[in-house]
């Protein structure tokens, strides 16, 4: 029998149960081994996470803490004009950040406030950022110029600041300032297209960055440049583009003229293509604006109305206007073509043998279908008249009667043989993707008669003038294109653009007719102000009205004229959309611009005028002799002849002129009159 054992305090001995024992050691064993396999469980899960699942990620850790990688920023690519005019390029400059960590901490607030004023940022805010201690970076100011980095580097140096850095970077300019900004759009701060040819060729314009991998010592500082390895960027490639600069230039500015002498509130619109290629060699719209700057806005109306708001408001006015600014008229908005469509309607009606050009039709003014009354443009009767007739005086009824024997079925078909109802498919973004048009099962008579002459459908300008230069170039619709080749940073070219045609339209014979319908509109019709001394151009009006404005008196003045017409190489189209000027005829408005650019463009092209008789008379004079004659006396003489004058010299007396007497000049020209030599007898005046 077990007995109870006392000690000498008088506490009670138990005896130890062996089972008890063995069970308390089984569960420690059973937590110990748990516990294990917790342990090493875990560390074998993350083993197999970081070499299976992602090696990738220990390494760049490990990475992030030995090197710092730096990257340098490729140029993007170049755009040239065809002529070679540079018109968009990467500039070099700085950006600079901080490591506020390596900055000293008795630098930290002399490096706010020298910095601040140096780049010109809040010092607060800098303050702010350099404070950061545990900060490996910092972002201080973008893209500074060599002046600004330069005195941030001497400051530093001064001062023995570690942790600026002053990095390489390039920025987007365009050297040509106000000139193409529809067309070439522009960049965001990260140097990616948001606009234009920028955007459109975004992914060809832009580089390949390169890096440097600068390794770190154990408390994170750079190590020596012999620790470092770079990697090149590689540029982006450039673009070569269909669009002259000369060209481009002369059609800016003969819009540019118009659209302020016009007052012209709807912006105005201008393009000039080779018609046997559909290369696009200028497209504007006025008022442009500075890609160098896109965010202001270039109207003062505009931009004095932005500025009076405030807060929200504001905010989505100065992005509407911003908004609007840019688009690219040309081929983003719809308009109605007015006069100008007569063009295709004339075509369609001649290439199915519905009329030919000696066809015979009757003006009252007015014609009734199904009771609805056109009227003829300015109340005009015309009487009877042949097509070609018509087309000149841009009779309305004459081609109601044209649309009606042509029929509705065979007017939609070449609508859309022409290109009207789809976008062109230009390189360019933001083009509007359908034309707003009848089909031939929602069109009656009346409708058929309204679209017959330009009013009822909306087409983009550049759909507009494609269909013309199909019109004129033997019948075949060109794909509009405005990059002609890409290359890359050698030089090398990526790849080229060729014309392609898109299909037959009308037939060489009818293209042919058309032609001299078209010349007839300038030599006898409404289209003189189109008429270019030396050159066979045709033409024709438009003044349309705009159906769909709350201004009942709204229209587009427009004009298209194509040089030379025996053998067409160009065309222009000039819109002036809602001009407030004495007319809003588009032949008076229009038509003069469209000269002033072929005017200039046919010789710069290498296309000699070739005049007639009366033009000689007309726009040419001789020189008159006024060797010897007083200063005074030789202006007047000068002024007779239609000639101006520009004296050299204080004599009292002409003693030589340039060019010389008797020389065929044009009338307005200045005849330089030298009065610094000496002549053996002076002239009777």
Request: proline share 4%; charged share 20%; with cysteine.
């Amino acid at each position: 029998m077990n007995q109870k054992k006392t000690d000498r305090a008088g506490s009670v001995w138990r005896p130890v149960t062996p089972g008890l024992d063995r069970h308390i050691r089984r569960r420690i064993w059973v937590f110990a081994g748990c516990l294990a396999v917790l342990c090493f469980g875990g560390l074998l899960g993350r083993l197999f996470w970081l070499q299976l699942v992602d090696p990738d990620g220990y390494a760049a850790h490990a990475a992030d803490q030995q090197l710092r990688d730096t990257v340098v920023p490729a140029a993007r690519g170049e755009i040239y004009s065809a002529d070679g005019t540079l018109l968009a390029a990467s500039e070099t400059c700085w950006t600079i950040r901080a490591a506020p960590r390596e900055l000293a901490d008795e630098l930290v607030e002399p490096a706010a406030k020298a910095l601040s004023a140096i780049l010109d940022i809040d010092e607060a805010e800098t303050l702010e950022k350099l404070s950061q201690r545990s900060s490996n970076d910092c972002l201080l100011r973008r893209r500074v110029d060599r002046a600004t980095a330069d005195a941030v580097r001497l400051w530093c140096e001064e001062n023995d600041a570690q942790g600026i850095q002053i990095r390489q970077d390039t920025r987007r300019v365009y050297p040509q300032g106000d000139f193409m900004g529809c067309l070439l759009g522009f960049t965001d701060v990260d140097n990616a297209g948001l606009w234009g040819l920028e955007l459109e060729y975004n992914e060809d314009l832009t580089g390949e960055n390169g890096r440097v991998l600068t390794a770190k010592n154990a408390w994170g500082y750079d190590m020596p440049e012999e620790y470092s390895t770079l990697q090149p960027a590689v540029p982006g490639n450039s673009l070569t583009l269909t669009i002259d600069a000369n060209i481009q230039h002369m059609l800016e500015g003969a819009l540019a003229a118009a659209v302020t002498e016009h007052r012209v509130a709807a912006r105005g619109v201008g393009i000039v293509m080779d018609v046997q290629t559909g290369a696009i060699l200028a497209m504007t719209t006025k008022p442009d604006y500075d890609p160098n700057d896109p965010r202001t806005i270039v109207d003062e109306e505009t931009r004095a109305a932005v500025n009076a708001l405030s807060g929200e408001a504001r905010s989505q006015a100065l992005q509407a206007a911003q908004q609007a600014q840019w688009r690219n008229k040309a081929i983003s908005d719809l308009y109605e073509p007015g006069s100008v469509f007569k063009l295709i309607t004339c075509a369609a009606a001649l290439d199915t043998g519905a009329v030919t050009p000696e066809s015979q039709f009757v003006c009252a003014g007015k014609i009734k279908v199904s009771g609805t009354t056109f009227r003829c443009a300015n109340g005009h009767i015309h009487g009877l008249e042949t097509l070609a007739q018509g087309l000149a005086a841009s009779c309305n009824p004459c081609f109601i009667q044209v649309g009606a024997r042509l029929g509705k079925e065979a007017f939609c078909d070449y609508f859309a043989a022409f290109g009207l109802r789809e976008a062109t498919g230009i390189d360019l973004p933001g083009e509007i993707k359908r034309s707003e048009y009848y089909t031939a099962d929602r069109m009656g008579p009346v409708e058929l008669a309204s679209c017959s002459f330009g009013q009822s459908s909306k087409v983009s300008y550049l759909q507009m003038i494609t269909a013309v230069a199909a019109i004129v170039n033997g019948g075949n619709l060109m794909q509009p294109y405005i990059v002609q080749s890409v290359t890359d940073a050698d030089g090398q070219t990526v790849r080229t653009v060729e014309p392609t045609v898109k299909r037959r339209v009308i037939s060489e014979q009818t293209s042919a007719a058309m032609r001299t319908l078209m010349e007839g509109v300038v030599t006898d019709g409404t289209g003189k102000n189109g008429a270019v001394a030396g050159y066979r151009v045709g033409g024709k009006t438009g003044t349309s009205q705009k159906l769909d404005s709350e201004d009942a008196s709204a229209r587009i003045a427009s004009f298209v004229a194509v040089a030379p017409i025996d053998d067409p190489k160009i065309a222009v189209l000039v819109c002036l959309d809602e001009p407030h000027s004495w007319t809003t005829s588009g032949g008076a408005l229009s038509g003069p611009v469209c000269a002033e650019v072929l005017e200039q463009a046919l010789p710069y092209l290498g296309i000699e005028p070739s005049y007639t008789e009366a033009e000689l008379e007309k726009y040419f004079t001789q020189v008159p002799d006024v060797s010897g004659w007083r200063v005074a006396a030789a202006r007047q003489k000068l002024a007779e002849y239609g000639l101006e004058a520009s004296v050299i010299g204080d004599g009292e007396r002409v003693t030589s002129l340039y060019p010389a007497a008797g020389t065929s000049v044009r009338r307005q020209s200045a005849i330089t009159l030298d009065t610094t030599g000496s002549f053996d007898a002076a002239a009777d005046e």
